[in-house]
């Protein structure tokens, strides 16, 4: 196995890393990618402003202001109307191949 380098591109945080999963006991191992992946997944998702709650998939969403977003729990709680509303989309919306027209049979 090769060693990390002493200066890796990431600052420091991949060698961190690397001393942290060699201290695991194999049977932590997933817990600790479980909690790991976790919080990677905090910072890239979306919660409402009010309750701080991730909306499910098919949850109503509503936008106030620039970027405040507003579950559909929360939405009675506001006086004012949201400037828009729409459904939460899996990640995979807009990627999907869809088919315009058959093909003649041959």
């Known amino acids: 196995m090769p060693e990390p380098s002493a200066h890796p591109p990431g600052g420091g945080r991949a060698l961190r890393t690397l ?12 817990r600790h990618l479980l909690r790991r992946s976790v919080g990677i997944l905090e910072g890239v998702r979306t919660s409402c402003a009010d309750c ?5 998939i098919g949850e109503w969403v509503h936008l106030y202001g ?5 579950c559909e729990l929360c939405r009675p709680l506001r006086r004012e109307p949201p ?4 459904p939460v989309r899996h990640g ?15």
Do not use: C, D, M, Y
């Open 19 to 30: 001393r942290r999963a060699q201290s695991i006991v194999p049977e932590q191992l997933e």
């Open 83 to 86: 400037v828009s509303s729409e």
């Open 92 to 106: 995979e919306f807009g990627h999907t191949v869809k088919v315009t027209r058959r093909a003649p049979n041959a």
């Open 66 to 70: 620039a970027a405040e977003i507003v």
């Open 52 to 56: 701080g709650r991730a909306p499910l």
